[in-house]
């Protein structure tokens, strides 16, 4: 296993899988803002999830320079930050350590190898987690995750042990692209329509004209991965976005906790990238186009 695991990010999703592998016993520091800092320095990180409620006890810093002990990184920085980020950690991280993407998206680690030159692993991350509060950890469903990537099978292999150390059910995956992209479609079917809707995940599957919008996203989601070479199952991903919702009801999308925060979005990563990708390949895919202009709109209207 990895000796130390520092959180580059350290927000719901950094919290919680960094949580889990301080609570596991590893040595974890999570690189997070002031507030969030302080209050993990004071009192522990309190998570509070769907099987436990503690204080756990781990590192916590405000700085880069953090990274430079690790030997495991995890990139859990937004999407918009994401090379800026990858660039400022490379810098400090040792040179036998290893830096995975848990991030929105899907091509976060093709923007950091085409920007920096090195090999990230790509994870895709199922979670439903929120910081209500400084040091505050909500988590509200799954946790598991999926890996893959250009690095070699023993790198990955670690990473899975790591995180199974810490109860983190993880996957090694040679088809990581084709997960990446399934996940995709679960956040284009839900974060906008959560987002401008202030819905809940299982009011609007239970809602016959948002989930007939959801069916909509996520054919075209498919038609687009199909362009690029991405084998989707359309009866698949909508059987999965209809179970997405009753698996996690009371999941109040992260954009739509962007939008309340007053903080720019991840919809350029979202739909924006359906729909840039759609539109690169001559593949309509209005519905995504649609739900990214609304979202933008209600992003400038925040900013104003």
């Not at 006890?57 to 953090?66: I, Q, R, S």
């Not at 036998?96 to 899907?106: F, K, P, R, T």
């Not at 439903?128 to 505050?136: H, R, V």
Request: a neutral charge; aromatic letters at 4%; proline letters at 4%.
């Amino acid at each position: 296993m990895f000796k130390h695991v520092v959180v580059v990010g350290a927000g719901a999703v950094g919290c919680y899988y960094g949580g889990m592998l301080a609570r596991a016993g590893l040595k974890v520091t999570l690189i997070a803002r002031p507030l969030h800092v302080e209050a993990i320095q004071r009192d522990g990180l309190t998570m509070d999830t769907t099987t436990f409620k503690e204080q756990v006890k781990v590192g916590a810093a405000t700085e880069m320079d953090a990274v430079k002990d690790g030997d495991l990184i995890l990139l859990c920085v937004k999407t918009l930050d994401t090379v800026t980020a990858a660039k400022q950690a490379r810098a400090m991280m040792r040179p036998d350590a290893v830096m995975v993407s848990m991030q929105n998206g899907v091509d976060n680690a093709e923007r950091i190898k085409d920007e920096l030159g090195f090999d990230v692993v790509s994870a895709a991350v199922y979670v439903a987690a929120a910081m209500p509060a400084p040091g505050y950890l909500k988590h509200n469903g799954r946790g598991d995750l999926v890996i893959g990537g250009d690095v070699a099978d023993d790198v990955l292999a670690k990473i899975a042990a790591t995180f199974a150390h810490g109860g983190i059910p993880c996957k090694v995956s040679k088809t990581v692209a084709q997960e990446m992209w399934t996940k995709l479609v679960m956040n284009a079917t839900y974060n906008a329509l959560s987002a401008l809707t202030g819905c809940t995940y299982g009011v609007l599957v239970n809602d016959p004209g948002a989930l007939d919008i959801m069916m909509r996203l996520a054919a075209e989601c498919v038609d687009v991965a199909k362009a690029k070479g991405i084998a989707l199952d359309l009866a698949d991903m909508q059987d999965r976005v209809r179970k997405l919702g009753p698996a996690m009801p009371g999941t109040l999308s992260s954009t739509q906790q962007d939008l309340a925060r007053g903080k720019p979005t991840e919809i350029d990563s979202l739909n924006g990238y359906v729909a840039a990708q759609g539109q690169k390949y001559n593949v309509p895919a209005p519905m995504n186009a649609a739900m990214h202009s609304l979202v933008k709109l209600r992003e400038a209207r925040k900013a104003g």
